[in-house]
């Protein structure tokens, strides 16, 4: 479809990105280019220490949670109580939530196919 990489893509690349460099000829901007790259901001922090910060937050804010929410239980008295429903009331929640759920991957798959 045209998005195959051929075994040599690499090596084309490579030729041509050398060739084009060669062949291209210096244009004097009389400093332009390196008064505009002095004027740019300095370079944040990369990508990996950005997601080592929000994963450390994230696990912190978890922890803080679990231990204000009285070390997780009410997951305990959840189940609890979930034990003393009918298994047809059980049935008839995870049908519905099915249903929910499949119409609402339907609806976005239709708006997706409108949008292409």
Do not use: H, N
């Amino acid at each position: 479809m045209g998005d195959e990489v051929t075994p040599g893509a690499d090596f084309e690349l490579d030729w041509l990105d050398r060739k084009l460099r060669e062949e291209a000829d210096y244009i004097d901007d009389a400093g332009f280019t390196a008064g505009v790259m002095q004027k740019l901001p300095a370079r944040r922090a990369s990508r990996s220490i950005r997601a080592f910060i929000l994963i450390c937050a994230a696990i912190v804010a978890s922890g803080a949670a679990y231990l204000l929410s009285g070390g997780g239980r009410f997951i305990f008295e959840a189940f609890a109580r979930a034990e003393l429903f009918s298994p047809l009331t059980i049935f008839i929640a995870a049908l519905a939530i099915g249903f929910v759920i499949t119409c609402g991957a339907a609806y976005a798959a239709l708006r997706r196919s409108e949008a292409l």
